[in-house]
C-alpha cells in the first residue's frame, strides 16, 4: 500500500515536489499552454465510470511511437514476399534489414529527445527505446505526465467487472512536437484484451486415473475413453469430442512426421495471467499422445509475466493452447509467451505496480528485438479486443508491428472471436452492440487485432461434417481498407447475398478489412485442466489448431530445403483456397440478428474454409508459377474491381 492515502496534506504535498524535483528542468524550457495542439479528444467510453483524479506520485510509463519513415516499402516488400507468383516469395528479411525501414527520422528523435529533456527525463533508467528506436518509454508520476502532455489522469472503474484503470480522455502535444509523435499511451488506451468467450465442462475426474487410461479411436471419428480404478472400469466420451488424433485424422495429417525440428519452431502467446501447466500437458500426452510424454515446452517470461505451475492456477486458455498446438506439431519445439501488464487493474489501495495496458504492443518489442533464429514460424494467439475500445492511431500501429514480424518469416494467426458479429445475441431488444463514440448508435463490433489485415484471423466450425461455429466471430474492419488479397472474394461474397445483407445496410462497413480468412474445429476439445479433464469450446481452440497445421507445413518446405510460409494471406486467397474446405451451412447471429452466414467461397464466418493439411502441402511443394498477379500487393489486379465497387457501395 502506498503511504500517500494517508498522509496529512503538508507531507503529501512535501512528497510530491521532491518526485517532480528529481524530473525538473529549467521552467522556460517547457513549452507554453499557448503553443500546444489537441493530439486526441475521445468522449467517455460506455460501461466506464469515472472516480475522480489519479493520485499525483503514480509511476505511469508514457509510450511513444515515432513515425516510421519508411512503412510503405516495408509493407511492398511484405506483400512481394508473400505473394506465390512473385520472384521474391518467400525472401523474407533479416532483423536488421527491417529496422532500417522502420527506424524514425532523425528529426523526430531529436524533437522527442528534447521535449523530454525539457522535463529533466533523461535516465537511462527512465528512459527506454524500442530495438529499431521508433518506440520510446519513459516512466514518469502522474502529475508530470499531466503537465507534459496538458491533461488529468482519472482513475476509471468499469460498470461490469469493476477493473479500474488510470486513464484520460483527451491529450495535448507542443506544436513543434505535434508531426513527430504518432500518439502516447496509455492515455486514451480503454480497451482489455480478453480470452475469447470460451465454455468449458468437467468431463471425468482423472487426476488419479492416467496408469489406468485408455482412449480408443473409432473409425466413425469419434472416441471411447476407458478409466480403470481398481476393480471399476467406465467407459464415456460426449458426443463430437475432439483430440488430437481426431483433428490430424480430419485435417488430412495423419501419417506425416515432423524432420526440421532442429530448424522451425511454434510459439503461443499467453496473457491476462493465463498459465500453461505441465502437469496437464503430462495428462493430455498420456491420454491423445502418448509418444509425447516427459516432453514439454519453453515458457518465456515476457514484461514481468510469470509461470505459476500450481495446479489451482492451470488456465484453460493456456493449458488449450499449448496442448493442442503442441501436440498436434509434436516433436517440434514449442514456445509458451507468458506475458504480463495486461489486464494490470490499478488498485487505489496497492500502487506498487506501474500502471500499464498494452500487453499486445510489449510482446511484440520483445520478439522484434530478437534476432530471425530465435524466432518460432509460427505463432497463434487467442486474445481480443473490441476494435471500437482500442484508440485507432495505436491499432494502426500495433498492426503495423505484425507486418514487421511477417516480413522477417512468422506466420500469424488470431481467433477471430466468439462472439458472431459482435454480442452472440440474436435478440435486438437486448442485444449491446452499441458505439462508443457518444452516438450509441447500433452496429456490428469487429474485434482486434482480428480485423489486422498481416495476420491471419481464424474462425470456428462445429460438427463433421463440419459447419459454421454460431459463436463464430467474423464480419468487417472500421478502422482498416480491405487488403487487395481479399478483395475478389469479397466482393463475390457480398453480390451473392444482396437480399440478405441489405438489411444490414449501416451495420458494417463493406469497405473494410474483411474476416475471417479461415476456420477450424472450434467445440469440445478435450484437455488436461486442473488435474483433470475437461471440454473445451470457443475459436481459441481453432486458432492453435490451424497453426499447428500451417507449422506442419512450414516443416515440410523447411525440409525440402525451401524457406517458411511468413505472412499467409496473399498465398491463401491464392493457390491456398485449393487446399481447403469450403464451408457452406452456417451461421453466426449477434447484435439483435442473425449475421452473416457461411455460403460457397469466402464467407464471413468461416473464411476459405478449414485446411486440407495433405493438399496444402502438395500445393505447396509442387507450385510453379505461371504468370505474376500480384505486382503490387495485391491479388488478381483490377478483376472484379466494378463488381466490388457497385455491390460495396451499395451497401454504404
Not at 263 to 286: P, R
Not at 294 to 303: A, E, I, K, M, R
Amino acid at each position: 500500500m502506498r503511504p500517500f492515502f494517508f498522509l496529512p496534506t503538508m507531507l503529501l504535498a512535501l512528497t510530491l515536489n521532491i518526485v517532480q524535483l528529481s524530473f525538473a528542468a529549467p521552467s522556460d524550457i517547457r513549452p507554453k499552454l499557448n503553443m500546444l495542439r489537441l493530439k486526441e479528444s475521445i468522449p467517455p467510453p460506455r460501461n466506464w465510470i469515472d472516480l475522480g483524479r489519479a493520485p499525483p506520485t503514480h509511476l505511469i510509463p508514457l509510450r511513444i511511437a515515432l513515425p516510421r519513415k519508411r512503412f510503405a516499402e516495408l509493407e511492398r516488400h511484405l506483400y512481394e514476399m508473400s505473394d506465390p507468383y512473385h520472384p521474391r516469395y518467400g525472401q523474407h528479411f533479416m532483423k536488421e534489414q527491417v529496422e532500417e525501414l522502420v527506424r524514425p527520422h532523425r528529426d523526430s528523435v531529436t524533437a522527442v529527445d528534447a521535449w523530454l529533456a525539457g522535463y529533466g527525463i533523461t535516465d537511462a533508467e527512465t528512459v527506454r527505446r524500442s530495438s529499431a528506436g521508433d518506440w520510446v518509454t519513459a516512466v514518469v508520476p502522474v502529475a508530470l505526465a499531466e503537465e507534459m502532455l496538458d491533461t488529468e489522469f482519472h482513475l476509471w472503474k468499469h460498470a461490469q467487472d469493476g477493473d479500474v484503470l488510470l486513464r484520460t480522455t483527451h491529450y495535448s502535444l507542443p506544436e513543434y512536437l505535434y508531426a513527430h509523435v504518432e500518439f502516447v499511451q496509455p492515455t486514451t488506451y480503454f480497451a482489455r484484451p480478453k480470452a475469447m468467450h470460451t465454455t468449458f465442462n468437467s468431463v471425468v475426474d482423472l487426476s488419479l486415473a492416467v496408469p489406468g487410461l485408455s482412449i480408443t479411436l473409432n473409425t466413425n471419428l469419434t472416441i471411447s475413453i476407458n478409466v480403470t480404478i481398481g476393480n471399476n472400469s467406465s467407459t464415456s466420451a460426449p458426443n463430437g469430442t475432439l483430440t488430437d488424433p481426431i483433428l490430424g485424422q480430419l485435417y488430412n495429417a495423419v501419417g506425416y512426421k515432423p524432420a526440421a525440428t532442429n530448424k522451425n519452431a511454434i510459439g503461443v502467446t499467453g496473457y491476462l495471467g493465463q498459465f500453461a501447466n505441465t502437469q496437464d500437458l503430462q495428462s493430455f500426452y498420456a491420454l491423445e499422445r502418448p509418444e509425447a510424454i516427459n516432453s514439454s515446452f519453453q515458457t518465456v517470461l515476457v514484461n514481468n509475466g510469470q509461470n505459476s505451475q500450481n495446479i489451482p492456477d492451470a488456465g484453460p486458455e493456456a493449458d488449450l493452447d499449448t496442448q493442442f498446438a503442441f501436440g498436434l506439431t509434436f516433436p517440434t519445439p514449442g514456445t509458451f509467451y507468458s506475458t504480463g501488464g495486461s489486464p494490470l487493474p490499478f488498485t487505489p489501495d496497492d500502487l506498487t505496480p506501474v500502471d500499464s495496458n498494452e500487453p499486445y504492443d510489449n510482446w511484440l518489442q520483445f520478439m522484434l528485438a530478437l534476432p530471425n533464429k530465435d524466432l518460432p514460424q509460427t505463432i497463434s494467439t487467442s486474445y481480443a479486443d473490441d476494435e471500437q475500445t482500442v484508440p485507432e492511431s495505436y491499432a494502426v500501429r500495433v498492426c503495423q508491428e505484425f507486418a514487421v514480424l511477417g516480413s522477417r518469416g512468422v506466420s500469424i494467426l488470431f481467433a477471430s472471436g466468439d462472439g458472431g458479429v459482435g454480442d452472440r445475441n440474436p435478440d435486438p431488444n437486448t442485444q449491446q452492440c452499441f458505439t462508443n463514440d457518444g452516438k450509441n448508435q447500433r452496429k456490428f463490433i469487429p474485434s482486434f487485432p482480428a480485423s489486422c489485415p498481416y495476420v491471419t484471423t481464424v474462425g470456428g466450425t462445429v460438427g463433421i461434417p463440419e459447419v459454421a461455429a454460431p459463436f463464430s466471430g467474423g464480419g468487417f474492419s472500421n478502422y482498416f481498407a480491405q487488403p487487395t488479397y481479399q478483395q475478389a472474394a469479397v466482393a463475390a461474397y457480398l453480390a451473392s447475398q444482396p437480399q440478405a445483407l441489405g438489411q444490414y445496410k449501416g451495420l458494417f462497413n463493406p469497405l473494410g478489412r474483411a474476416y475471417p480468412d479461415v476456420s477450424a474445429q472450434s467445440a469440445n476439445f478435450l484437455i488436461g485442466l486442473q488435474g483433470q479433464f475437461a471440454l473445451i469450446t470457443g475459436t481459441s481452440a481453432s486458432s492453435p489448431t490451424f497453426a499447428g497445421m500451417v507449422s506442419l507445413l512450414n516443416d515440410a518446405l523447411i525440409a525440402a530445403g525451401k524457406n517458411p510460409l511468413g505472412f499467409l494471406n496473399p498465398m491463401l486467397y491464392s493457390i491456398g483456397v485449393a487446399g481447403l474446405n469450403d464451408i457452406t451451412s452456417g451461421n453466426a447471429p449477434g447484435c439483435g440478428t442473425q449475421g452473416f452466414n457461411a455460403t460457397k467461397g469466402w464467407d464471413p464466418v468461416t473464411g476459405l474454409g478449414t485446411p486440407d493439411f495433405g493438399k496444402l502441402k502438395t500445393i505447396l511443394s509442387t507450385f510453379n508459377p505461371v504468370a505474376p498477379v500480384l505486382s503490387s500487393g495485391g491479388l488478381l489486379g483490377g478483376v472484379l474491381n466494378s463488381l466490388l465497387s457497385s455491390v460495396k457501395l451499395d451497401l454504404l
